[in-house]
């Protein structure tokens, strides 16, 4: 059996839980390798301090089975903007079984053009950006549409990383999986998503990142232009 390929591309302020959820899931795939994709080799900061190792630059990076773009606030504003970047998202994602993303990855794709037409979602805080990438959201923490799938914000990661295993390996697999990293959910509160979260709560997230949806859309419709 030929071994599973799974890529995730990495670049400077992305959100690491993005990124190390849907890693830790993936990584126990029977028969396949993690490649970790960045411009360099050198460590890629994260929006939290800790800095990721690549193990393959975009030059050097395999062809993939699967490619993962993590999301991440002003991360995704400059990846967005970088050709580089986009290219190699556009080569990996003609021949790749599945392309991905969590959280507002999804808007990494959609400037690579590979949304355009299709539903998906991305952070609920973002999810009026979609449509400047031609992508129609869907309310749904996961959205396949094709081989294209695409996760809601941070967390949702783990899910999606399970929903993959349980399309490529198999349910037994994913729920081995499942309970080998002990995922039983229970927080404390139920407010973590806006349809349940008091509204002074969500008023308060989405004044927080204004700014950041703005440099976001800026970023889109400066390479919509170009």
């Known amino acids: 059996m030929a071994t599973f390929k799974i890529g995730f591309l990495i670049f400077p302020n992305l959100t690491q839980l993005d990124f190390t959820g849907p890693l830790q899931v993936l990584a126990r795939v029977p028969d396949s390798a993690v490649h970790i994709v960045a411009k360099t080799l050198d460590p890629v900061p994260s929006d939290c301090g800790l800095s990721l190792l690549p193990t393959h630059t975009l030059a050097d990076c395999p062809p993939l089975d699967l490619i993962c773009v993590p999301g991440g606030g002003l991360g995704v504003a400059s990846a967005v903007r970088d050709p580089e970047t986009l290219k190699f998202v556009r080569t990996q994602a003609r021949n790749a079984k599945y392309v991905t993303s969590v959280c507002t990855g999804a808007l990494i794709l959609g400037a690579a053009g590979i949304l355009q037409g299709r539903r998906a979602t991305t952070h609920w805080a973002f999810t009026g950006l979609l449509p400047l990438v031609g992508a129609r959201y869907e309310k749904a923490r996961i959205v396949k549409d094709g081989n294209v ?78």
């Open 149 to 226: 799938i695409t996760a809601g914000g941070v967390t949702s990661g783990i899910d999606f990383g399970l929903f993959i295993v349980s399309e490529i390996a198999g349910e037994e697999t994913a729920k081995a999986i499942q309970l080998a990293i002990e995922y039983d959910p229970a927080p404390q509160f139920d407010c973590g998503h806006p349809d349940r979260a008091p509204s002074g709560v969500v008023e308060k997230i989405v004044s927080r990142y204004g700014d950041l949806n703005s440099a976001i859309r800026t970023a889109l419709e400066q390479v919509a232009r170009e």
